[in-house]
């Protein structure tokens, strides 16, 4: 029975989209690793330690925004089979898996230097809180890509020791790069969200004017990234990556029209994977060739 709950809870929080942002999170990690000269001591471990960190700050908030808004997805005809109002899962087995890994991230953090324990709340207050900001703000999607954007910003500070500005171009990228796809993804809800009195910038500027920030922010990344590249100098692989990247993005716009959000799932959950993943490959393989002096 408790593995059943644990299976149908992780398919609630979606495990598998921790793709999204772990790769970015990875690519912190990697150039923070390039910064100091490629030490080998503990390298290993600390990367192990950064991917239980971003899994358990991914899980405990993916869970609060389940708990938080289970009631709201019980009256919305696209979520209303979601495990908490369809009752699959009970609101008690849920906070109990939000705090287990709310846990594991506090202990994960400890594992990776004082400076990371210490900060350790603000990024749970950080991910924790963007559940809330639909409430209030049509800006709630920036908020959604901060909390996965801290991710490279964090595995920096724990492979270094120390925050470096130049890192906080990843962090942008991944803020705004998060915001566009949710806004995208939010346009199936328009109609609800104006019916709930839920805020977000679909119910706001109408499907349209939505798709349209959406682009003008995923340009905003891309502009991160030529910056990001540029501090840390990196290669043609790099370039690569970011020409990769604005190619997908072109393809997940053209899925998605004002009057036609069949293909929405598409562009979300697969375009967005492939971003991430063939962005670290590209930057991890420029890193790696730099290294070898290839």
Known sequence: MFLQRLRLTLDMIKFEHSVFALPFALTGALL??????????????????????????????????????AAIDGRNPRTKMRH???????????????LFMAGVLVAAAAMLGPLCL??????????????????????????LGFALGIAPAAAWIAVAGSLDP????????????????????????????????LHSLPGR???????????VLHLAMLVCLVMLLRNFDL??????????????????????????????????FTVNGYVSVLFFVFWAADVWYARNGV
């Not at 908490?84 to 939000?98: E, I, R």
């Not at 709340?121 to 999607?141: D, E, M, N, Q």
């Not at 020409?243 to 799932?265: F, G, Q």
């Open 118 to 143: 210490y900060l350790s709340p603000l990024a749970l207050a950080i991910v924790l809180g963007y559940s809330y900001t639909k409430r209030f703000t049509s800006w709630s999607h920036l908020v």
């Open 32 to 69: 923070a690793w390039r910064n100091a000269g490629f030490p080998a001591e503990g390298a290993a471990w600390k990367l192990v330690w950064i991917v239980v960190a971003m899994v358990g700050a991914r899980s405990a908030g993916m869970a609060f925004n389940r708990i938080l808004d």
């Open 235 to 268: 290669g043609m692989l790099g370039v690569g990556g970011i020409a990769t990247v604005a190619a997908l993005l072109v393809y997940e716009h053209s899925l998605v029209k004002p009057d036609d959000l069949s293909r929405v799932n598409a562009a979300f």
């Open 205 to 215: 500027m109408g499907i349209a004017r939505a798709l349209t920030m959406a682009r």
């Open 166 to 197: 130049r890192i906080l171009w990843l962090t942008a990228a991944v803020t705004f790069w998060t915001a566009g796809f949710d806004m995208i993804y939010s346009c199936q809800d328009f109609e609800f969200d104006r019916r709930a009195g």
């Open 84 to 98: 908490l109002p369809a009752g699959l899962l009970s609101a008690g087995f849920a906070w109990g898996f939000l």
